[in-house]
């Protein structure tokens, strides 16, 4: 069996090496940043982008008898939510 020689010296393979560990550390401590010292304020950034349930009512009639008599009638009602991660001051606005 033949060997070929390598066309690579051993001063390309070293550089090419340490520019890959380079950026694997680089890497990892951008991990390292996000995930551990950058946690509160991202925690505090996903605690106010939830997901939240909001109902509307359906627009209804009045309900009337076969005299044209009213039974039931629309009246308005107002539901107040505060969501502790949306509000700013929070001693000002309650």
Not at 68 to 77: A, G, H, M
Not at 78 to 89: F, Q, R, S, T
């Given at each position: 069996m033949?060997?070929t020689?390598?066309?690579?010296?051993?001063?390309?393979?070293?550089?090419?090496?340490?520019?890959?560990?380079?950026?694997?550390?680089?890497l990892?401590?951008?991990?390292?940043?996000?995930?551990?010292?950058?946690?509160?304020q991202?925690?505090?950034?996903?605690?106010?982008?939830?997901?939240?349930?909001?109902?509307?009512?359906?627009?209804?009639?009045?309900?009337?008898?076969?005299?044209?008599?009213?039974?039931?009638?629309?009246?308005?009602?107002?539901?107040?939510?505060?969501?502790?991660?949306?509000?700013?001051?929070?001693?000002?606005?309650?």
């Amino acid at each position: 069996m033949l060997k070929t020689d390598n066309l690579v010296s051993f001063k390309q393979y070293l550089f090419v090496l340490s520019v890959t560990w380079l950026l694997m550390i680089i890497l990892i401590s951008r991990y390292f940043q996000l995930q551990i010292i950058g946690h509160d304020q991202y925690s505090k950034k996903a605690n106010t982008n939830r997901i939240r349930k909001v109902t509307t009512s359906a627009p209804r009639g009045l309900i009337l008898d076969r005299n044209r008599q009213i039974l039931v009638d629309n009246s308005p009602t107002y539901i107040l939510n505060a969501i502790p991660g949306e509000l700013d001051e929070k001693r000002k606005n309650i």
